[in-house]
């Protein structure tokens, strides 16, 4: 059995990175963006840097700002209807996760006519043609949308979030530009730093892991535990150290996939439109403590990776709760919650649990699981 490992084309780094825009639009040709934002970034002129950069070498753009926190099947097809009367021959998607994940969307949906059901692009789609060129320029640390081959995009209809998985989404380019995440509030990168590190924790432990991704998330693990409290303080070295660590991570579990902490989170996004990092933040330790007996000595490594000290002095019992103690220790000192008593209401855990079961994230758990078993886990968490 052989394992696929797939990365986007072109990456750049560092403070500065979206000036390279500009050339890397040249160079390829291309002569109009269709810009992807969500209002709030527009608002706050987060967007303008980018356009200041297309303006400055005399590029032309329009924007899409119909953008939803948990992008919706309608926000998708809008934008393709505007993408369409734009006469763009490239995207440029700026944000978070939304944004992204809705351009990934619309440029599938623009080389895959066929695709334009948005619910037929929900788990391995057979598409037959690349996106629309996408420039990925994130404004957050956390889901790594811009190296990753996977989007989710909300079904209002059906209170359910649509993982969908395509290796012709991913961005040609990506600017990862740590300048770009300055302007974030404390609660928001917080939030998005701990999406990165369930990103990293569960592609370590999930199914499909082996030694090329476990390169992968280990770094990232370790770089984001030194790195999230700074940059919740906003420090550049702490800003500059997550949206490394979260695009290394990215890198890792685009590959092999994560598990039930992304499984119970999504139903969250979806019923109560909750932040997905808060989500999974609140989530990960409780169901690292659920899958420890079957993660091997990976949690040894995952406590070194947090920092903790004499682990290779450990019992397996002993490095295990440390490895969950640590992730405890990071979520507190950021100011996440420790349980869903303020998001969940008892009475929808069994759609909850049963949406869980049926995430396309749920077979990548290193611990098999039923609908029985994710009821438990949000019931320990109220």
Same mark, same amino acid.
């Given at each position: 059995?052989?394992? %696929?490992? +797939?990365?986007?084309? $072109?990456?750049?780094?560092?403070?500065?990175?979206?000036?390279?825009?500009?050339?890397?639009?040249?160079?390829?040709?291309?002569?109009?963006?269709?810009?992807?934002?969500?209002?709030?970034?527009?608002?706050?002129?987060?967007?303008?840097?980018? #356009?200041?950069?297309?303006?400055?070498?005399?590029?032309?753009?329009?924007?899409?700002?119909? *953008?939803?926190?948990?992008? $919706?099947?309608?926000?998708?097809?809008?934008?393709?209807?505007?993408?369409?009367?734009?006469?763009?021959?490239? +995207? +440029?998607?700026?944000?978070?996760?939304?944004?992204?994940?809705?351009?990934?969307?619309?440029?599938?949906?623009?080389?895959?006519?066929?695709? !334009?059901?948005?619910?037929?692009?929900?788990?391995? @789609?057979?598409?037959?043609? /690349?996106?629309?060129?996408?420039?990925?320029?994130?404004?957050?640390?956390?889901?790594?949308?811009?190296?990753?081959?996977?989007?989710?995009?909300?079904?209002?209809?059906?209170? %359910?979030?649509?993982?969908?998985?395509?290796?012709?989404?991913?961005?040609?380019?990506?600017?990862?530009?740590?300048?770009?995440?300055?302007?974030?509030?404390?609660?928001?990168?917080? @939030?998005?730093?701990?999406?990165?590190?369930?990103?990293?924790?569960?592609?370590?432990?999930?199914?499909?892991?082996?030694?090329?991704?476990?390169?992968?998330?280990?770094?990232?693990?370790?770089?984001?535990? %030194?790195?999230?409290?700074?940059?919740?303080?906003?420090?550049?070295?702490? =800003?500059?150290?997550?949206?490394?660590?979260?695009?290394?991570?990215?890198?890792?579990?685009?590959?092999?996939?994560?598990?039930?902490?992304?499984?119970?989170?999504?139903? #969250?996004?979806? #019923?109560?439109?909750?932040?997905?990092? *808060?989500?999974?933040? +609140?989530?990960?330790?409780?169901?690292?403590?659920?899958?420890?007996?079957?993660?091997?000595?990976? !949690? /040894?490594?995952?406590?070194?990776?947090?920092?903790?000290?004499?682990?290779?002095?450990? $019992?397996?019992?002993?490095?295990?709760?440390?490895?969950?103690?640590?992730?405890?220790?990071?979520?507190?000192? *950021?100011?996440?919650?420790?349980?869903?008593?303020?998001?969940?209401? =008892?009475?929808? *855990?069994?759609? #909850?649990?049963?949406?869980?079961?049926?995430?396309?994230? %749920?077979?990548?758990?290193?611990?098999?699981?039923?609908?029985?078993?994710?009821?438990?886990?949000?019931?320990?968490?109220?």
């Amino acid at each position: 059995m052989s394992n %696929r490992f +797939i990365l986007n084309e $072109t990456s750049y780094h560092g403070a500065g990175a979206i000036n390279d825009i500009a050339s890397e639009a040249k160079a390829r040709g291309f002569n109009k963006a269709f810009v992807c934002s969500d209002p709030d970034l527009i608002k706050f002129n987060v967007t303008k840097k980018v #356009l200041d950069v297309l303006e400055g070498a005399g590029l032309k753009y329009e924007i899409y700002s119909q *953008i939803k926190p948990n992008p $919706t099947i309608e926000n998708v097809q809008t934008g393709v209807e505007a993408y369409k009367a734009s006469e763009a021959d490239y +995207i +440029i998607a700026i944000g978070g996760g939304s944004s992204m994940d809705t351009a990934k969307a619309i440029g599938i949906i623009i080389n895959n006519p066929e695709f !334009y059901d948005v619910k037929s692009l929900e788990g391995v @789609a057979d598409t037959k043609n /690349k996106s629309v060129p996408i420039f990925a320029v994130p404004t957050t640390a956390g889901t790594a949308a811009e190296v990753t081959i996977n989007y989710v995009i909300t079904d209002v209809e059906n209170n %359910r979030k649509m993982v969908c998985v395509d290796p012709h989404d991913i961005p040609v380019v990506a600017f990862v530009d740590p300048d770009m995440m300055s302007t974030m509030p404390k609660g928001l990168t917080a @939030a998005t730093g701990m999406d990165a590190l369930t990103h990293a924790i569960e592609g370590y432990i999930t199914a499909g892991a082996w030694e090329l991704s476990d390169m992968f998330h280990i770094k990232a693990i370790e770089i984001i535990a %030194r790195s999230l409290r700074g940059a919740v303080d906003n420090t550049p070295e702490g =800003r500059e150290g997550m949206a490394l660590g979260q695009y290394v991570a990215g890198m890792g579990f685009s590959n092999v996939g994560l598990g039930i902490v992304h499984s119970m989170a999504h139903p #969250l996004g979806a #019923l109560y439109d909750t932040p997905h990092g *808060i989500a999974n933040a +609140i989530i990960l330790p409780t169901v690292m403590e659920y899958n420890a007996e079957a993660t091997g000595d990976k !949690y /040894k490594h995952i406590a070194a990776a947090m920092g903790v000290c004499g682990t290779e002095n450990m $019992t397996c019992e002993e490095y295990r709760k440390a490895a969950v103690d640590a992730v405890k220790e990071l979520s507190s000192d *950021i100011g996440i919650p420790d349980n869903l008593r303020d998001i969940v209401k =008892r009475e929808d *855990i069994p759609f #909850l649990a049963q949406s869980a079961y049926d995430d396309a994230c %749920r077979p990548g758990n290193p611990k098999e699981t039923s609908v029985e078993d994710i009821k438990k886990l949000y019931e320990s968490l109220l």
